[in-house]
């Protein structure tokens, strides 16, 4: 370990030069993430063929490519003033079941419930992360006649749902043209929409047999999604 770590190449010294590089490099056209973005929505199945069998330094880690995109994803919905007040609403109608369950027992559900919620809306990776392995042993599965293994499933359903996040974030910007409840309605049915369309250009499915695909994969993310929260709640409780 210690020769490893005496023997590795010196790095040259960080400079205003080396970090407009490293920002750049993000928008950039030709490789990184832009390309990667722009590449998935064109020509999905190229790309992933790019990634997996010619040049994968042209193209952003899948791994990174999600995780970035998730964050993104929930820092701005999170700050998101129509998401804020849809939740505070949603709240307010679960209140008075609660508080009476609060006032017979004398427990302290109400605000467990609420400090779960805040938690679980900011720890959408650690969903995403569980998730992923049970999208992607599905696919495998389910779309197997283009013979891919499961590592490959892995970064392909990394790249589809990572593109599916970052979509989300840029149509976010339209959301004050309506109400946030119809832009929900929306955006879940967009998102089923590009995740069917992904999958029938990288897997070369038909049309329904995609969307089934699609469909079938909610299941991985509301159950993941269940659990945690319920461990969250547990914990809330025991502390």
């Known amino acids: 370990m210690e020769n490893t770590l005496n023997s590795a190449p010196t790095s040259p010294r960080l400079s205003i030069k080396e970090i407009k590089r ?12 832009l390309f990667t973005i722009v590449f998935m929505l064109k020509k999905p199945d190229r ?19 999600l995780l970035l995109a998730v964050a993104v994803s929930t820092v701005v919905t999170i700050n998101n003033p129509g998401f804020i007040s849809m939740i505070e609403g949603l709240q307010q109608e679960q209140y008075s079941t609660i508080n009476s369950v609060d006032t ?8 467990t419930m609420i400090k779960m919620q805040e938690i679980f809306l900011s720890y959408q990776n650690v ?3 569980f998730s992923i392995p049970l999208i992607s042993w599905i ?8 013979g891919f293994n499961y590592a490959e499933n892995l970064a392909i359903n990394s790249f589809v749902y990572g593109t599916n996040y970052w979509t989300s974030v840029l149509l976010g910007l339209f959301h004050y043209l309506f109400d946030y409840k ?13 995740i069917t ?15 089934l695909g699609a469909v079938i994969n909610y299941i991985p ?14 914990v809330l409780i025991l502390i």
């Open 47 to 65: 790309l992933i063929a790019l990634y997996l069998h010619e040049n994968r330094r042209m193209v952003f880690n899948p791994l990174r490519y």
């Open 197 to 211: 369309y992904l999958y029938k250009s990288i897997f070369e499915a038909q049309v329904v047999r995609s969307f």
């Open 139 to 146: 696919t495998w599965k389910f779309f197997n006649k283009k």
């Open 22 to 33: 490293e920002v750049f490099s993000y928008f950039n056209f030709e490789k990184g993430l």
């Open 127 to 129: 969903v995403i992360l």
């Open 104 to 111: 017979k027992f004398g427990l302290n559900i109400w605000e």
């Open 221 to 234: 993310f509301f159950l993941v999604g269940m659990i945690f929260q319920f461990f969250i709640f547990i």
């Open 182 to 194: 119809i832009f929900m309605y929306f955006l879940t049915i967009f998102s089923f929409g590009l």
